[in-house]
């Protein structure tokens, strides 16, 4: 399946291509509107940036908190360190492993998050900008050929942005 996905301006420019869309004979069921008065990008599903965020912090926190524990454990008992002396060698060992947890855990909080924020919402961050500033989006989805008759009527309407998208296969 493909995409093809069109920011327009204002809603009259949005409903008039919605209009010539259904007129070139697209069904009401391959062509989306989104924006103030239609769908909004969550009813349409794209990626919120925090969720996709805490969910790569998540997956990161399960490897670097045990691991940080493990690492800040041995490097204590490694090198000895006496980080207070009234916790006596295991209790010092421990507390260079709670360190080292704590330490993996804003590991993950920050490069996880940071992570997910930037680069794994995709395309998603910039559309819901543009929703969010009071554009609208006009999403086709369809094979090759309506596609590419949807992007010749959409031209026609000067949107800030046109971009097509091609589902990977075997998903």
Sequence with gaps: MNYLVAVLSDRIQAEAAYSALEQAELSAGQITVLGRGYQSADEFGLIDPNQE?????????????????????LFNALTAIEIFAWAGSIGNHIIGGLLGAASGALGALFVGGAVGWTIGSGDALPYRNRLN????????????????????????????NLQGYAEPAGV
């Design 133 to 160: 500033a009071g554009k609208y989006l006009i999403v086709v989805e369809g094979n090759d050929a309506l596609i590419h008759r949807a992007t010749q009527i959409l031209r026609q309407f000067e949107p800030e």
């Design 53 to 73: 965020a805490a969910k790569r912090s998540q997956r990161l926190a399960f490897w670097l908190i045990p691991f940080g524990f493990v690492a800040g454990y």
